[in-house]
């Protein structure tokens, strides 16, 4: 009884913050935060096992807020175990404060960026992976709200950590009932909850959110490991401790004025604000370590063969995963045709097989990163799109995901325009700082593969369908933003700049075009991004019109052209794209690259339009 | 018992077809067209009413194939209900064939192009959504494979379609246990399915999809209206019929040898070839209309008052609304951050919840596009690449939908990275023949809604989450394709082209700068895809300098600046990309938008920085 009061006590301290940060901050989501406050507050006091002064120890439980808009209630809880003081929520919101609106990674308590909604048991889900796979005896707990759970991406958590038996996974879902504009789809019908996460495989408790006895005894079960991730689904009031908040619409979102604030600080009247939370400490340490050593490839390619990329991205990963073993990859039921199959091959225990789920495999892998780990995701480029909040959110978490998308392009041939990816550059492109690479043969994609595992941040491969011939010897050289000019003589008209299976275009246009006496610089730009402008600009400075024509087989907007004509902007050359400018269709490889205007042919024609003093295309 | 025979010979037709068209194209997924022969041909056979010859009339059944990969099935079934000879299926995958790999709108029978699991059953739900409020009492039949019931769109739809109470749809699941890879999550538990479909409010009937007795009980079961949708979930046999592929890993997406063939049709032999599926015509007939008029807004704005373009959105539409009936409107539990909640009141029989479910939200609206409505998606721009996959499918089907994205870019303020829309532009920009419009203020805005509208295609309008002052007249006239010169001189030094928010940081800058005497032109682009090309060429003629400064709260790739810069880039001129180029933070309007170096001080410098001749930015 005397515990129990304690609980409630420390849970008005916790409002009270919630309360008085928002509206200091003059917005924010109060009332999201009260209706969780009972739950979390009785999970910091009595289970969370967390060193504040070590958050990246593996050995630590960890804490994921999917419901991120609730971010002041975890800043709350963690100010409370005295990782920080708690005046310095007045902070929320500032420019350049820790304490965000949602949680971002300067905020190093939080697992993951979170607020875009349905993510959280994901990240949750990479993180019970690792703990479980590498044995930390950890536990995860994941606060999700109602709302989220409309989303898919939980389902297929839900799928996932019941198919890998994360028992040490617990979901805890805050049922406050209220959405953002309205009730949500099932309201305080906690039962519509309970059935759904057993049928996917889940150990349901559903309770009082606001009883600390029932929180306490889920909290207690859910420390068992029965083969089955654990739902706690809570039946909570948003606002909950604040009559005139409590349960009431039209709240969402908004923080209480001052003089609000002062009546509901009131209502909790007296708060002891020398409450804490004696968080206990893991009994051991251990960090994740990211070397960035790179990892040579020793894979040598015969001359004269050809390869396709995509295979041997899967062979180089699979030896690279010998000498590293933070290497984990993560594929979504295509690892037939990523490759990845040669790495569940040799490596079981980090290979991850996500099934048709692309969503939870990104943020999946945005856990296991969190955890030290190199996540490969393999699947179609295509269907990386399939997940591109997912990868917005990772990179927000500055999360160390390599992606590789294979199948792009209209040269996949005759599967079609569903399965092509040619808006993947864009999509990776328009995230800051992703390094984007797509080799054309074999060497060099053995070579690149390496540096991509040992740099820390956020990259994307693309791999071909097609077999290619090799371009380069075993002994070549290949960097993280270098090209290599294929083409060049002493009289050369233009530059031609191609990525991936147009490289093989470009230089049969170059071999058709000198025969009739018009020389064109030939580039491979692997490198897509960064690109090389050092190169290109060289091009243009030694080449009779200071002209770059891109060549590329992705749409037209957002791709290679873009960036290559980006690092040039200021030169004043002129630019020509030649991309796919429509929604393509089934056919051979030639027939569709003819079709789209970026094979040789089309090239030929470009060049000799450019050429023509009188016509400018 | 002749009945069933007659219906086994029938499918012995169907699986030949399957078969032999894959041979000849030479690739192909026979095995996964086998598995669902069966429960397709008694659906046509028995229940499927369609008019071939009319395949958009309003009162036909729908039969939606979600498993896309099964194309040759879907071909072979309506060649069997002679809407064209099976002959022509020898042409599947070529080049030029309407017979694709994966359903493409070519095929007029298809109600979406599928190929990208798990979205299926939200098209269904779409076109069932439609039926059912406008009354046309037909089914629609959605046929999944398992493999794609990992796909988190499946339990989105599956929620929505119990939450509309959708009886007049009908899911088969074809459960043949083999995924392209391997055994999918479930193997051939068919209860697992049973008991996720039953919680997620689903009528359920389990069968052995080969067995028409079973089948047929099932699919009469599913023709009553019992409020709940229905799903036939069917334990099947990837390859069935044919000994040597039936339960067979390793044969998944492949095409038979002609040797093969041949031993496959030996053990169908006897086949009749004339049998065919006599389809129950619709007694009514009614083709949805698209009339392109474009009703003009009267609402007037004041002037020197302030307007969130938003809410301006929300207001237009719901007039809209009133004149053009075909007009929907879909959310995701943000209509009070959209507006479109003005739209529900006025027009609840046309508006769409969605909740936090923004997948099934877009694939639901290509169904209502299929339906001839015009369906306007609505959520945070940020959000919308939740569902960059259904999207990028949404625009292989052709559909005709209008998306709104609100807050957009760093200038939301406090809310953090997570809410910022900063992607949108890219991703929708990236998709070939987007109209993308970002009107800056409140007149401009409801100038240009109503031309989206009338305009039949995909569009992308991004709208803001401040309020901004008026820019012009409410007589003033705006177009898809236009844009609208702010500030201009026959003295000015350069241009600079704005778009949304930037806009006001421009004229500011231009203000601040001419009193230095340094004469810019400002145009606002609020058509950002087409560009405004004639006016951009028209400001690099008429200023001193042939230099363009793009200003736009996106990321710097894949944003306004690259279509401005793509615009001209063959004239030779120097082109400068002020854009976010980090992942920005929680702040107000105006630090965000100083850090991210995209307010009027910064386009100051830049400009002053451009016109020194020695310094090149």
Redo the contacts between chains.
């Keep these: 009884m005397e515990q129990l009061n304690e609980l409630k006590e420390k849970a008005k301290l916790v409002r009270k913050w919630c309360l008085v940060s928002t509206t200091e901050?003059?917005?924010?989501h109060p009332t999201s935060c009260l209706s969780a406050a009972d739950l979390t507050t009785v999970l910091f006091d009595r289970y969370f096992t967390y060193d504040t002064s070590n958050p990246l120890n593996l050995y630590n439980d960890h804490f994921v807020l999917s419901k991120?808009h609730a971010a002041p209630l975890l800043y709350t809880l963690f100010g409370m175990a005295d990782a920080y003081p708690l005046e310095e929520l007045k902070t929320l919101?500032?420019?350049?404060?820790r304490f965000?609106?949602?949680p971002?990674p300067?905020y190093k308590y939080a697992e993951a960026?979170?607020?875009?909604?349905?993510q959280g048991l994901s990240v949750g889900a990479g993180l019970a992976l690792a703990a479980k796979r590498e044995g930390y005896g950890t536990k995860t707990y994941v606060l999700t709200g109602d709302?989220?759970l409309?989303?898919?991406?939980?389902?297929?958590a839900a799928?996932f950590a019941a198919?890998e038996k994360l028992d040490n996974l617990v979901a805890i879902l805050d049922i406050n009932r209220l959405?953002?504009?309205?009730e949500?789809?099932f309201g305080h019908h906690t039962e519509?909850y309970v059935?759904?996460f057993?049928?996917?495989g889940f150990e349901v408790i559903a309770v009082d959110g606001h009883n600390y006895e029932e929180i306490n005894n889920a909290l207690q079960a859910a420390q068992h490991h029965g083969g089955k991730p654990f739902a706690i689904i809570a039946k909570t009031f948003k606002g909950h401790g604040i009559s005139f908040l409590e349960n009431k619409e039209g709240w969402h979102g908004k923080a209480l004025s001052k003089e609000e604030l002062e009546k509901a600080l009131q209502e909790l009247a007296p708060v002891n604000d020398s409450l804490r939370f004696q968080l206990k400490k893991p009994t051991q340490a251990k960090q994740p370590q990211h070397t960035g050593t790179v990892h040579e490839t020793t894979q040598t390619f015969e001359a004269g063969k050809e390869y396709a990329t995509r295979e041997v991205f899967g062979e180089v990963l699979t030896q690279l995963g010998k000498d590293d073993k933070d290497i984990y990859a993560l594929?979504g039921?295509?690892?037939?045709?990523t490759f990845t199959?040669a790495f569940k091959k040799a490596h079981p225990e980090r290979f991850v097989?996500c099934?048709?789920?692309e969503?939870?495999m990104v943020s999946v892998a945005a856990g296991l990163s969190r955890m030290g780990k190199i996540p490969f995701v393999a699947t179609f480029a295509?269907?990386l799109?399939?997940a591109?909040?997912q990868v917005?959110?990772a990179?927000?978490s500055e999360a160390n995901i390599k992606f590789v998308g294979s199948h792009v392009g209209v040269s996949i041939g005759?599967?079609?325009?569903?399965?092509m990816g040619?808006?993947d550059i864009?999509?990776f492109?328009?995230?800051?700082?992703v390094v984007i690479l797509q080799p054309a043969d074999a060497i060099s994609t053995a070579k690149l593969i390496p540096q991509l595992a040992a740099q820390q941040g956020f990259a994307y491969m693309r791999t071909l369908r097609p077999k290619t011939p090799l371009l380069y010897k075993n002994e070549d050289i290949f960097s993280i933003g270098g090209s290599k000019v294929l083409r060049s003589s002493n009289n050369d008209d233009l530059t031609v700049a191609a990525s991936g299976i147009t490289v093989f275009e470009a230089l049969k246009a170059a071999d058709d075009l000198k025969k009739e006496n018009i020389n064109i610089r030939v580039v491979d730009c692997y490198s897509i991004?960064p690109v090389d402008a050092d190169t290109l600009k060289k091009c243009l400075d030694e080449t009779r019109q200071?002209v770059l024509i891109t060549v590329e087989d992705h749409?037209?907007?957002?791709?290679f052209g873009?960036?290559a004509?980006?690092a040039l902007?200021?030169?004043?050359?002129?630019?020509?794209?030649m991309a796919?400018?429509?929604?393509s269709?089934?056919?051979?490889k030639n027939?569709?690259m003819d079709?789209a205007g970026i094979d040789a042919a089309a090239i030929i024609t470009k060049v000799k339009s450019v050429l023509k003093p009188q016509a400018?295309?």
């Design positions: 901050a003059g917005s924010g991120g919101r500032r420019f350049g404060s965000e609106g949602h971002v300067k960026a979170t607020g875009s909604l349905g709302g989220e409309a989303e898919g991406q939980i389902w297929e799928s198919h959405g953002q504009s309205q949500t789809m519509e059935a759904k057993k049928a996917f594929d039921d295509v690892m037939n045709s199959q097989e099934f048709i789920a969503q939870n295509a269907f799109t399939r591109a909040d917005r959110m990179r927000v005759e599967d079609g325009p569903s399965q040619l808006e864009a999509l492109g328009a995230l800051p700082d991004q200071r749409f037209t907007h957002g791709g873009d960036f004509a980006a902007a200021s030169t004043g050359a002129r630019f020509f794209k796919v400018r429509q929604i269709q089934s056919g051979t027939e569709l079709d400018v295309a």
